[in-house]
């Protein structure tokens, strides 16, 4: 099947079929919390990292994504990477495939979802999507030529627990990474992040400015090393707020200034996104394709 | 050829379990659809307790036009923009779901049938899952033809 076979039906599903729906998505960027997409829903997503780098040149990576929601307990996602470094070169860095499961039908004390990732990335990828083992500032301060020669493949294990309770979302993740290419040990990682709505009552107007649609918090997400050298030593620690702006208009967007908590860390990471959700996509796409 | 490292990691294992795991969800999803008496079923497995529950804010007036508003916004799409039901979601007018005490209804949307294609909406704070069961409690049985 060629490209614009594969892509036509589905850019015709979100131009006339498939209705954007409001999302209230939440405001982290590295962390996860137990929800999923509704199911049949696709979400794309832009966005975008720039970055402070010392001894080289800040960056501004990117990435977009697409999430799909398979099941109510099973959403996949797509994810395609690229970065600018400032006075270097703008390159694709790669892509991801990521699916989430949820583990327990109904809500729990704390929820947990299962999170497996397949990862094709050069060297110089610098979306900062999570940070793991033992990477620190000065591994992104190599040249675009010579990083982009480096292949990895990895695959990324994440046990993602949350919970809701009186408007407020706590959530944790783990995570482990094994690079399949060499002989590269398993990675370890975190992220935590907390947030609550401005307001919890919902008021009886459509509005854009109500408290009721932003949804801020903070998250701080790190690497613990590998199998051999478990722990925080020559790891990087990032603490970032965020805030996340749900418009009635279907379109959601995100802001978050991150800060390094030691010197491997960079020094400040301003994160943004832009996301619109379609419900009914998965219906359109049948329909197009001749389903029922 | 296939590094060992790779062959190792079970990585052509996840690669043909995955696809086959998307059908059969994809399956389950589809199944689930129709069976709209089986999803009212749901309402009858909510613990005494959390179907006890009264809606705090039963007397706010505001609560049935802000739970209209987050009908609109998050269920009509499933349910119908009247709630008489959609391709995806059954009638919310039905005497299962209108005879329902507004704890159980809360339960349900807390819950979701995650089986059955409802999500959970935990995600929505509990102020808002109560208007939305005001709405929900204020619509009338559809009209008999």
């Given at each position: 099947m060629n490209s614009t076979r594969l892509f036509a039906p589905l850019a015709l599903a979100l131009a006339v079929v498939a209705l954007p729906a409001y999302a209230q998505e939440s405001p982290y960027i590295v962390t996860y919390d137990h929800y999923?997409?509704?199911?049949?829903?696709?979400?794309?997503?832009?966005?975008?990292?720039?970055?402070?780098?010392?001894?080289?040149?800040?960056?501004?990576?990117?990435w977009a994504e697409f999430e799909y929601g398979a099941t109510a307990w099973w959403t996949s996602e797509f994810y395609l990477d690229g970065q600018t470094t400032f006075n270097d070169s703008t390159i694709f860095t790669g892509f991801r495939w990521e699916n989430r499961l949820r583990l327990l039908q109904r809500e729990h004390f704390v929820n947990p979802v299962l999170y497996i990732e397949y990862e094709q990335t050069s060297g110089a990828d610098k979306i900062l999507k999570e940070v793991e083992g033992h990477d620190v500032e000065s591994?992104?301060?190599?040249?675009?030529?010579?990083?982009?020669?480096?292949?990895?493949?990895?695959?990324?294990?994440k046990l993602l627990l949350s919970k809701t309770f009186s408007g407020w979302n706590v959530a944790e993740n783990t995570i482990a990474t094994k690079n399949l290419t060499g002989g590269n040990p398993w990675e370890f990682g975190y992220a935590i992040g907390a947030s609550r709505p401005l307001t919890l009552k919902a008021s009886a107007n459509r509005c854009n400015f109500c408290r009721e649609n932003f949804i801020a918090g903070v998250e701080m997400y790190g690497g613990l090393g590998d199998r051999y050298s478990f722990g925080l030593p020559n790891t990087s620690h990032y603490l970032a707020p965020v805030v996340a702006w749900n418009l009635p208009s279907d379109w959601t967007l995100r802001l978050s200034p991150g800060f390094g908590l030691n010197d491997n860390s960079h020094r400040f990471l301003l994160r943004w996104g832009l996301s619109r959700e379609f419900s009914g996509f998965g219906a359109a796409m049948a329909r197009l394709l001749g389903g029922r | 050829m296939i590094p060992s490292t790779v062959r190792r990691s079970g990585l052509p294992i996840l690669l043909v379990t995955l696809p086959l795991i998307f059908t059969w969800a994809v399956a389950q999803s589809d199944n689930s659809t129709p069976k709209k008496n089986s999803v009212y079923a749901e309402l009858a497995k909510a613990p005494p307790?959390?179907?006890?529950?009264?809606?705090?804010?039963?007397?706010?007036?505001?609560?049935?036009?802000?739970?209209?508003?987050?009908?609109?916004?998050?269920?009509?799409?499933?349910h119908g923009e009247a709630a008489n039901g959609g391709?995806?979601?059954?009638?919310?007018?039905a005497d299962e779901v209108q005879q329902a005490t507004p704890g159980t209804l809360f339960?349900?949307?807390?819950?979701?049938?995650?089986?059955?294609?409802?999500?959970?909406?935990?995600?929505l704070p509990e102020p808002q899952r109560w208007q939305l069961v005001s709405f929900i409690k204020s619509l009338s049985a559809p009209p008999k033809s």
């Open positions: 999923l997409e509704e199911p049949g829903s696709l979400e794309v997503e832009y966005f975008s990292t720039f970055g402070t780098q010392r001894g080289g040149n800040d960056f501004h990576a990117f591994d992104y301060a190599v040249p675009n030529a010579i990083a982009r020669q480096e292949h990895d493949h990895e695959l990324e294990f | 307790k959390a179907a006890a529950r009264h809606n705090p804010l039963a007397s706010d007036p505001n609560a049935v036009a802000a739970g209209s508003k987050l009908f609109q916004l998050h269920c009509a799409e499933c391709r995806k979601g059954p009638s919310l007018r339960w349900l949307l807390t819950n979701g049938v995650v089986r059955r294609g409802m999500p959970v909406w935990s995600k």
